[in-house]
């Protein structure tokens, strides 16, 4: 017999929070946030809603699916927005590894999962997670925004607390993933149409930029820190 569509939603989801955990336990063992410390650093932060607007780094996209990762992404997204912790969302990704703008391929999945488009934005400059940030916030300032979060895994809100708590960047806190409530809250992959997404002569970053290049867009060499407030 064939498990139904919300059966294998289910399984997927537990997979993929699965991995995610995994990751976070390798992150805990050398000092990052595991879930208990990203539930307190989440407790701590979500005092301070509403927030003008949650960062959400984005996940390459494939053409076809979402990456687990992204999907979970997205639903925490959409779980801080429906709990009014949040009044808009700003996605951040560029064309980096495959021909579609990350950012606006969350978009999509974000408004067809019932978000209202008029508080869903993209940022399509950002390469390298630190960038997620950076030009997340410098479109939130144009916006008028004041108070924003970032809303993404334990272990990647840990490197970034790090990196932007360095440059005493006061406008940002951090709304680390509850697994448990994304596993209570899965959902159908809605569909979406992502040809508006793709960019014209894309070049995947790997042919533009060597390793040690990557990395050091990672910890945020390729901007400028003074710009943030």
Not at 138 to 149: P, T, V
Not at 161 to 185: A, G
Not at 198 to 217: A, H, K, L, N
């Amino acid at each position: 017999m064939k498990k139904n569509s919300s059966s294998q939603i289910n399984i997927r989801v537990k997979k993929a929070l699965y991995k995610l955990i995994s990751i976070s336990i390798i992150f805990m063992m050398s000092g990052c946030w595991g879930q208990k410390k990203a539930k307190k650093i989440y407790a701590e932060n979500v005092k301070n809603a509403p927030f003008d607007a949650i960062i959400v780094p984005g996940i390459p996209y494939n053409g076809k699916h979402w990456d687990d990762v992204m999907m979970i992404r997205v639903y925490w997204a959409k779980y801080l927005y429906d709990q009014g912790i949040a009044k808009h969302i700003i996605f951040s990704g560029s064309a980096v590894y495959t021909q579609y703008y990350e950012s606006e391929i969350m978009s999509k999945y974000a408004v067809a999962l019932g978000i209202p488009e008029g508080v869903v934005y993209s940022d399509t400059l950002a390469e390298h997670s630190t960038e997620n940030v950076y030009y997340s916030l410098l479109q939130a300032y144009d916006l008028g925004f004041e108070k924003m979060a970032l809303a993404t895994d334990p272990y990647q809100s840990y490197f970034m607390r790090n990196v932007f708590k360095k440059r005493k960047v006061k406008s940002l806190s951090y709304l680390p993933i509850d697994y448990k409530i994304l596993e209570s809250m899965a959902k159908p992959e809605p569909q979406i149409d992502p040809t508006s997404a793709i960019m014209e002569g894309f070049v995947p970053i790997t042919d533009r930029e060597s390793t040690t290049e990557r990395w050091r867009g990672t910890l945020g060499k390729n901007v400028d820190f003074t710009k943030l407030k």
